[in-house]
């Protein structure tokens, strides 16, 4: 209740003193640079540790001190650059462009701007440039596909979507990949590393700059014809964001950006995350809400993004960030002086302008913890989230690749975890994610079939022991996880056909080599006969099943009509709790041969007259009257068969 109020309290001062939180969440069109009906370009930020601000580039050949900025108030700075004399703007489309920030100190901070749109990594050096980045039309020419039913998600990452030891390109993707997840039954693609990230080899969990996406893959232009080519397959397309965190780096990020400790984030070691090595935002500043929140709008209205997958949401929730915890379940866990109040109403904020501006846009949390209410309404006093991961399927499936023989599996502790979530809260199932794929992990694949993925998965020779049963244990073991574990349904790409390597990026630890940060296609191509086809055409039918069946969508129970049914010893037992209501032509699952009532269960109100194949069709009736409950029985004999 404390902090649905807070929230509540929060909302209503930012709509007083912004005029509207949609005023507020699309700051983008204020800070950063724009250009005017009449050519000038007007440029804003906030910098308040600054005492000076200028405005360097190739338009002015990098004169450090000929554009600078005025003060305003609140940390606030402006500058306005007239056209040229034929009326074009001052600065061309795809201009190098930097801020000088002149500290209390003295020092002085070249800069990018934090609402920079596009930025690229100087060839002479590791850092990066801000460019600025103008075109002239508008890209996107289809609508949003409509929220899908079931969410079958391929989680992507665009760099390693090629079997060539190269960084992929958004163009690639686009042509090569977004046709294999519609064949494969997706019908939703999670792009991971977009937010651009000096270091790639971070898995763009490191992000410098929050607006803009990506150059290493190609333009902002080649990454809307991406989602728009998706949109039009009728795919939805979510956006891995982190806002859990920044790179600590200083010349191209967000860290000591006018010059202090904080300005984004906290000062002090509250600021800093000792187990990442990066910086960690100030929730409550009015300025961070104001990034963060139009960090989101931005994504949405610029890219068409259909929503988010919000990354390290438990490193939000608590001041402790999760390091070397073990979460109980207890609710002491997850209420009292360490959970992080300030960063929950940012995740409360952010579900709210999501569902309010676009309700059909998807959110979905992950979160190691199992945080109470992550997934509630707002309205309900939750955070607000569509989804969550349900993180403890992927642990329990290499907990018995590493640990258990065949004949040692707990069939009901399997059951237990894939089902054990809480009512009301949509989770997200997985088998494996890029989690499992890299370098350290194994893939399910390769902790089935080992070594012998290397010599014995081509169709040409005969099939092994090792080989059939593991094709065999990875089709059941995506089929069980999509069909109990959760509202929606995720796969990493690559592991849909069983990818044989770990996932490891360029770095001196393997002399910068491409050879694992890429995902082998080319082991699908007909001429090359190997099994990895038998699994990608299995993966293909189980999505499709799904689609035509929606069991994800479906409900498990159907709490309201208080009915129970259970079957123990050849007798199914059949419960009507319902105070008033009776049912005709109910059906319920049974095991298939002929049952009867048993002579002592005298009820005459209730019959059963068919033969049971797979279901059972049955006359449940209430005592209207008296609200006696009905209690049925049938007795299986397997000796009668028609």
């Known amino acids: 209740k404390h902090l649905a109020s807070q929230?509540?309290?929060?909302?209503?001062?930012?709509?007083?003193a912004e005029g509207s939180i949609d005023v507020f969440t699309r700051s983008y069109v204020f800070y950063g640079v724009h250009r005017q009906a009449d050519n000038s370009l007007m440029f804003r930020e906030w910098a308040p540790g600054a005492q000076a601000l200028y405005l360097t580039g190739d338009f002015n050949e990098w004169n450090s001190r000929s554009h600078p900025y005025t003060s305003k108030e609140y940390g606030k700075w402006e500058l306005s650059i007239p056209p040229k004399t034929e009326s074009s703007p001052a600065i061309q489309h795809r201009s190098k462009l930097k801020l000088v920030v002149l500290t209390s100190e003295g020092e002085e901070l070249y800069r990018i701007s934090p609402w920079a749109k596009y930025c690229h990594q100087s060839p002479d050096s590791n850092t990066y440039d801000w460019i600025h980045w103008d075109p002239s039309k508008p890209f996107h020419q289809h609508q949003r596909p409509k929220r899908p039913r079931s969410l079958r998600i391929?989680?992507?990452?665009?760099?390693?979507?090629?079997?060539?030891?190269?960084?992929?390109?958004?163009?690639?993707f686009t042509l090569n990949v977004l046709p294999k997840i519609k064949d494969l039954g997706y019908n939703c693609v999670q792009l991971m590393a977009i937010m651009e990230h000096a270091y790639y080899?971070?898995?763009?969990?490191?992000?410098?700059?929050?607006?803009?996406?990506?150059?290493?893959?190609?333009?902002?232009?080649d990454l809307k014809r991406l989602v728009d080519t998706a949109h039009?397959?009728?795919?939805?397309?979510?956006?891995d964001v982190v806002h859990s965190h920044a790179s600590s780096n200083t010349a191209d990020g967000l860290n000591r950006f006018d010059g202090t400790d904080s300005c984004f984030f906290h000062s002090g070691p509250r600021g800093h995350h000792k187990q990442w090595g990066s910086r960690l935002f100030n929730y409550q500043s009015w300025e961070v809400m104001r990034f963060l929140l139009s960090n989101l709008r931005w994504w949405m209205e610029e890219y068409l993004f259909d929503g988010f997958r919000f990354d390290g949401v438990s490193s939000m929730l608590y001041h402790h960030h999760g390091i070397d915890m073990s979460f109980s379940g207890g609710y002491s866990d997850y209420f009292g002086m360490h959970v992080d109040e300030d960063a929950i109403i940012q995740l409360m904020l952010s579900n709210h302008i999501l569902h309010?501006?676009?309700?059909?846009c998807i959110t979905i949390a992950e979160d190691v913890s199992g945080m109470p209410g992550l997934c509630k309404s707002l309205k309900k006093g939750g955070l607000g989230f569509d989804y969550r991961l349900n993180m403890a399927v992927p642990d329990k499936w290499i907990q018995i690749m590493k640990e258990l023989k065949d004949e040692d599996w707990d069939m009901g502790n399997i059951v237990y975890t894939l089902t054990n979530r809480r009512k009301g809260e949509g989770c997200i199932c997985y088998a494996e994610s890029h989690d499992q794929a890299l370098v350290g992990d194994k893939s399910l694949a390769f902790w089935l079939m080992d070594k012998e993925m290397y010599t014995n998965m081509s169709s040409l020779v005969p099939m092994t022991p090792v080989i059939d049963r593991g094709i065999q244990l990875h089709k059941m073991i995506r089929l069980i996880t999509q069909a109990l574990g959760g509202e929606g349904y995720l796969n990493f790409m690559g592991n849909e056909f069983g990818h044989p390597e770990w996932l490891d990026f360029p770095r001196k630890g393997n002399d910068e080599s491409y050879r694992f940060a890429r995902r082998q296609y080319d082991l699908l191509e007909p001429e090359n006969n190997l099994r990895y086809t038998q699994l990608y055409a299995f993966d293909r039918d189980m999505n499709r099943a799904e689609e035509k069946y929606g069991w994800l969508a479906s409900e498990k129970v159907r709490p309201n009509d208080k009915v129970i049914v259970f079957e123990r010893a050849n007798v199914l037992f059949v419960f009507n709790f319902h105070p008033s209501n009776s049912y005709s032509n109910y059906r319920v699952a049974a095991s298939q041969g002929r049952y009867h009532l048993p002579n002592a269960y005298t009820h005459t109100h209730t019959h059963i007259y068919i033969y049971i194949y797979i279901y059972i069709y049955i006359y449940i009736y209430t005592h209207t009257h008296t609200h006696t409950i009905a209690a049925s029985y049938f007795v299986k004999n397997l000796k009668l068969v028609i």
């Open 356 to 360: 309010t501006f676009y309700p059909d």
């Open 154 to 172: 391929y989680e992507a990452h665009v760099g390693i979507a090629s079997p060539k030891e190269e960084i992929a390109t958004y163009t690639n």
């Open 232 to 239: 039009s397959l009728g795919i939805t397309v979510l956006l």
């Open 7 to 16: 929230y509540c309290i929060d909302l209503c001062n930012l709509e007083e």
């Open 201 to 221: 080899g971070s898995f763009g969990y490191q992000v410098t700059n929050f607006f803009a996406a990506s150059s290493r893959f190609g333009t902002p232009e």
